[in-house]
């Protein structure tokens, strides 16, 4: 095992019996207190879901293989495509298949089994990567259980199970390109481009980068200076064999980035704006190198030995060059957040690329612990000096109490001592000539204890009670698919509704994210990654308070009624405690159970139908010009339709009027110590202090449903001493009568959701004849100045007409006769021409047909299928098909012919030119 040999079959062999010792120690914590591997947060609303629900449409696709398989579903969102909602997190990776095994009772025991998976091929796309690089055993041994359960790999499997792909994948990139660096063959590489291609989009692009970056340094390694204008040739080879693997990866590649660049995600300001990151970031760079902390996705955590190597990469700079170059180009990248957003796809700054640090940290171990019997005096004196630098580290975190001190600030710091001291000891025993075999292998034996016990102590402190505990956040073991079943307490049961229908929820609900899905109820939210960007775009339309980026629609639209109606949300499900935030019109008819944890069932009889004939439109350019509460109010009396979409001339424009009011009101602070109040400038010096907005005429708001509008938002907080970056977050509170509305500004530094809300809307309920309070309340809770350019009370009166409206809809409403996955059917007839709107997501997947001939569809309340008909009887049919996927297919095929020319041609070529010792080396 300590013989200094290339790696083997042997060594696998040998990595599986320290793997499964690794994982016994840190993960039987797991089993004693029956933790799961599934966040309460991700884990429970996107990964374990996704993973469950991916799982079952391939099990009815196996059952029912003739019913071709479901690339749209309904119960996604208000429905959406399965690629490009999917593809981010299961569709591209090969463990997810592999639940197929278990049965279908057993598939949180696959989930689990199948995260351990990832993990074990992590440290083999390791060993694969050091045979290539020629580091031998047993150094490469070492360093495999370095890499494979360095912090990133800890935190991720609980986290984000499928960020661990691309600690699989960079190592078999790098090897690739270490072949074609060699002269050998180009086939490792073309597969491993394919392999990152096909598993996750968003990871490929930065491994792209960092697998470029690699091979610079290692030409130059290989090479020299002196070499540089053969480059050329091995550039054109890397890009030709890396177009080989982008296309054979087409079919799922090509969909997936059309759906990622039609998403509701905005690329926002470069870098969000930062020119550097704040103090305690770069203070985290230092203090997080080998604890279970990060920062903006910056993921140190790694061994102790790291201390020891640290000098080793520039006395060896010769002998590990390009080990010495990547870690150096990282060290850059790390610091400014114009690098970081370049390798984020030019969004937020966050570090999610230092997954491919450890790579080099491990093979840089894996090299120093080959030579640990043939170190001088001066590389031990280096690695001395380096340990008393780290061991300050502890001792500046105490005495600053810059963060909470633990004790995992210095058990690494002690392991890399006793590591040190080793060396040191076999160094003198070696020079006086008393380093036995026996001795060798002690020590060797005691070097890979320390490391390993060095890791256990890493993970289980960020497991465990006693240090991050992040077990805290997660589901015990066995209880995930009980609680998706509970989401509503059991109320969608009481539904026997056989309709085509939404259902909602609302405002209050705000945990109900993708669960939907494997309710197999069409309802509204989704919570993922790509979500449709015509939503979005409806969505930010009507000022929805509850917008995300990647839940556009979500907690029930505010409880606004006419969006609720629009979209087809006949009946919403909610707590019995939120039952007076339902939206007007919405009656409780049937309820669970009584007193706490009781569900109510609420139904409409305003809902619109699925798709109906309107003729009454209203330009785009004209329909912008309204308020959002009026723009809420036109969606009863007819559709939004960009003219350029259609011929509008047999349409009939818009008249009318909409009767929204606004009320006047005053300003007053509930108390001037707290909040101060100047033009259109607020000052709060204490969150908790209010805004009263005094009504002049309470009368205004009866009989009407009330809104308040806030405009041009600016907050500027007031400077905090915490690290160099106070946060730019806060929370807006509206209250009147008996509700209150919360809405969400993000920091900056949230670059996953931040985006700057300029207005914010808050739907305040309806009010009966007579208004119970003379005034609404508004609170601002984060400390500083706020300016806001308006402030407006809307009252939109009841409207004894609306009624009509929603009748005539639903008498003009399409009568469907197949309503499937990908495909809806159904006939119509109107009196004059029209457009059938729908509620479907817009995207041009959906096609139409319109007594028997192709109609193209257009997009109608900036978000939706509408289809153009003629007057008379329609038989309409709409079909999907995902966008790009033929396309894609056509790609894939591409790429594997060439990849055949490759094989057949090229590869052989080559071979045959190589004298036979290289040829058995490559």
């Not at 760079?285 to 604890?291: A, E, M, R, S």
Request: aromatic share 16%; charged share 15%.
């Amino acid at each position: 095992m300590f013989e200094e040999k290339n790696v083997t079959k042997k060594t696998a062999v040998y990595y599986t019996g320290l793997f499964l010792v690794m994982t016994a120690l840190i993960y039987g914590y797991f089993v004693r207190e029956q933790k799961s591997f599934i966040w309460e947060g991700d884990g429970f609303s996107q990964h374990y879901l996704v993973f469950k629900d991916y799982l079952s449409m391939w099990r009815g696709f196996l059952s029912h293989p003739t019913q071709g398989f479901p690339f749209w579903d309904w119960n996604i969102g208000l429905g959406s495509d399965v690629i490009a909602s999917y593809g981010y997190y299961v569709i591209g990776d090969p463990f997810v298949y592999l639940g197929l095994l278990f049965p279908e009772g057993m598939t949180e025991l696959a989930y689990h089994v199948l995260v351990l998976a990832r993990v074990y091929v992590v440290g083999l796309a390791f060993l694969a990567f050091c045979r290539q690089v020629k580091i031998k055993n047993p150094g490469a041994l070492f360093g495999s259980i370095l890499y494979t359960f360095t912090f990133y790999v800890v935190l991720n499997v609980v986290r984000h199970p499928f960020f661990l792909l691309p600690m699989i994948s960079f190592p078999l990139l790098c090897l690739g390109m270490d072949r074609i660096l060699r002269g050998g063959s180009n086939s490792a590489f073309i597969l491993a481009v394919f392999f990152s291609a096909f598993s996750n989009f968003y990871f490929f692009y930065m491994l792209t980068v960092l697998v470029f970056i690699f091979a610079i340094t290692r030409y130059f390694n290989l090479n020299g200076i002196k070499e540089w204008k053969s480059i050329f040739g091995y550039v054109w080879r890397a890009l030709y064999s890396y177009t080989i693997g982008v296309l054979m990866a087409g079919i799922l590649l090509a969909p997936v980035v059309w759906g990622f660049l039609h998403s509701s995600r905005q690329p926002g300001e470069f870098a969000a704006g930062l020119k550097f990151y704040p103090f305690g970031y770069y203070l985290g760079l230092v203090t997080n190198l080998l604890v279970t902390e990060r920062f903006l996705w910056t993921v140190f955590g790694f061994a102790a030995c790291t201390v020891l190597l640290a000098p080793l990469l520039f006395l060896w700079r010769k002998k590990i060059g390009y080990i010495t170059a990547n870690l150096s180009v990282f060290a850059v990248i790390l610091l400014l957040p114009a690098f970081g957003s370049m390798m984020n796809g030019f969004s937020g700054p966050y570090n999610r690329w230092t997954f491919a640090i450890p790579l080099f940290i491990s093979a840089g171990s894996a090299i120093l612990f080959n030579e640990r019997f043939n170190l001088t005096r001066s590389e031990l004196k280096a690695m001395g000096l380096s340990a008393v630098v780290f061991s300050s580290i502890p001792l500046v975190v105490a005495a600053g109490n810059v963060v909470p001190f633990r004790f995992a600030y210095i058990a690494p710091v002690i392991l890399a001592w006793l590591m040190w001291a080793l060396l040191v000891w076999a160094y003198w025993r070696n020079r006086s000539g008393c380093l036995s075999s026996n001795a060798k292998t002690t020590i060797s034996i005691a070097l890979v204890v320390l490391a390993m016990v060095n890791l256990i102590f890493n993970a289980r402190d960020y497991y465990q009670e006693n240090g991050k505990n992040e077990a805290a956040t997660l589901l015990d073991y066995g209880t995930v698919d009980e609680r998706y079943k509970e989401t509503f307490g059991g109320a969608e049961q009481l539904i026997k509704d056989p309709g085509i229908y939404r259902i909602g929820v609302t405002s209050k609900d705000n945990n109900f994210k993708n669960q939907m899905a494997l309710l197999n109820l069409m309802g509204m939210n989704s919570y993922l990654s790509v979500t449709n960007g015509a939503v979005a775009d409806f969505a930010k339309q009507l000022e929805n308070n509850q917008f995300q980026l990647i839940q556009p629609v979500r907690c029930g639209f505010d409880d606004r009624r006419i969006i609720n109606n629009l979209l087809g949300v006949k009946y919403i499900l909610t707590e019995a405690g939120n039952a007076k935030y339902l939206p007007d019109g919405y009656k409780v008819v049937q309820q669970t159970g009584d007193g706490k944890g009781a569900f109510v069932v609420a139904q409409s009889d305003q809902a619109y139908p699925f798709a109906y004939a309107e003729s009454v439109y209203l330009s785009t350019e004209e329909f912008e010009k309204y308020n959002p509460v009026e723009k809420e109010a036109f969606l009863s009396y007819g559709i939004v339709l960009e003219p350029t979409e259609k011929d509008t001339a047999a349409l009939s424009p818009f008249e009318g009027k909409l009767d929204v009011k606004t009320a006047a009101f005053s300003l007053a602070s509930s108390d001037p110590e707290k909040v101060q109040i100047s033009g259109d400038t607020i000052t709060v010096k204490d969150g908790g202090g209010t805004i009263e907005l005094l009504l002049n005429d309470p009368q205004e708001l009866a009989n009407a449903e009330v809104y308040v509008h806030l405009k041009g938002l600016h907050f500027e907080p007031n400077s905090q001493d915490n690290y160099g970056w106070t946060s730019t977050g806060f929370a807006a509170l509206v209250s009147f009568a008996d509700l209150t509305k919360e809405v969400d500004q993000s920091d900056i530094l949230d670059f996953s959701s931040y985006f700057h809300r300029d207005n914010m809307l808050f739907n305040m309920g309806s009010q009966g004849d007579t208004v119970s309070s003379g005034s609404l309340s508004l609170q601002l809770n984060a400390t500083g100045t706020y300016k806001i350019d308006d402030i407006k009370i809307y009252a939109y009166p009841f409207d004894g007409q609306y009624a009509a409206r929603v009748s005539e809809k639903q008498a003009n409403a399409l009568a469907i006769k197949t309503f499937a996955d990908t495909k809806v059917s159904g006939t119509i007839t109107q009196a004059k021409p029209s457009v059938l709107t729908t509620s479907i997501p817009y995207t041009p997947g959906w096609k139409a047909e319109v007594n028997g001939k192709a109609v193209g569809t257009v997009k109608v309340n900036y978000g939706f299928i509408g289809i153009p008909l003629s007057a008379g009887e329609s038989e309409v049919t709409l079909t999907y098909q995902t966008p790009f996927l033929k396309i894609g297919a056509v790609l894939s095929i591409s790429g594997l012919l060439l990849l055949f020319c490759n094989q057949r041609f090229w590869n052989k070529k080559r071979q045959s030119s190589l004298p036979q010792q290289e040829k058995e080396h490559v």
